[in-house]
């Protein structure tokens, strides 16, 4: 069994644009602070929660398969930790203001062994759609990864069909590079990607208030 009753640091997301890059979070990942909504590391008492919101066919639609039982959550969660420990995967659970356990999670995986390059992706439980808590999560583990563990460009893979999580995206500020064609398998059937980034450079230009009333 893995403890998750360490003490950890909260770090609220005005840290935008001030870099601090550091291998602490291999110790323990922060909790992240944003407007509705906390992100800290996923505990094993998160499995059951993660099971009922993340397996409903609305929410699994579009990603790789998640696990089919409670255990089989567990375990991915232990997995977690020791990627994290490694230094070479950062996942965080979505719990808004108000709710106990998890109700999603963001996932950052190296690309490169400078953690320079990383992919990126989400899911989150359908009650909590169109709440803002998506938009408050995503700013929150970007500027993570860009000022906390020094990644300079995260790339999303999307399926064409993911009307909402491309608009997402796009709300956001990443930039749609282009479509990864028969890139993603479920269910036996391969669909169409499309790829999209964010550079550490220009997110916290775009992110800059003078930027978001353009924006």
Same mark, same amino acid.
């Given at each position: ?25 291999? *110790? ?7 407007? =509705? %909504?906390?992100?800290?590391?996923? #505990?094993?008492?998160? $499995?059951? @929660? ?72 989400? *899911? ?7 709440? =803002? %808590?998506?938009?408050?999560?995503? #700013?929150?583990?970007? $500027?993570? @990864? ?70």
């Amino acid at each position: 069994m893995i403890d998750t009753t360490k003490r950890v640091q909260t770090v609220p997301l005005r840290s935008i644009g001030r870099p601090v890059v550091s291998t602490e979070w291999r *110790a323990s990942l922060p909790v992240l602070q944003a407007a =509705g %909504v906390t992100l800290r590391e996923l #505990r094993l008492t998160d $499995a059951a @929660a993660l099971l009922r919101v993340l397996s409903t066919g609305e929410v699994s639609r579009f990603i790789s398969p998640p696990p089919t039982t409670v255990a089989g959550f567990e375990r991915f969660i232990e997995w977690t930790h020791r990627e994290r420990a490694a230094g070479r995967y950062v996942c965080f659970g979505i719990v808004p203001n108000g709710v106990d356990q998890a109700v999603g999670l963001f996932q950052v995986r190296q690309l490169n062994s400078s953690f320079e390059t990383a992919e990126w992706g989400f *899911a989150l439980g359908s009650s909590f759609w169109g709440t =803002g %808590v998506f938009v408050e999560s995503a #700013r929150a583990v970007i $500027a993570f @990864a860009f000022d906390t563990v020094g990644t300079q460009r995260l790339e999303a893979r999307s399926c064409v069909q993911n009307v909402r999580g491309n608009g997402a995206l796009r709300k956001i500020g990443a930039t749609r590079e282009g479509v990864l064609r028969k890139s993603f398998l479920r269910n036996g059937e391969f669909h169409d990607q499309v790829l999209w980034s964010l550079v550490a450079s220009e997110w916290r230009e775009w992110m800059t208030p003078s930027s978001a009333i353009s924006h």
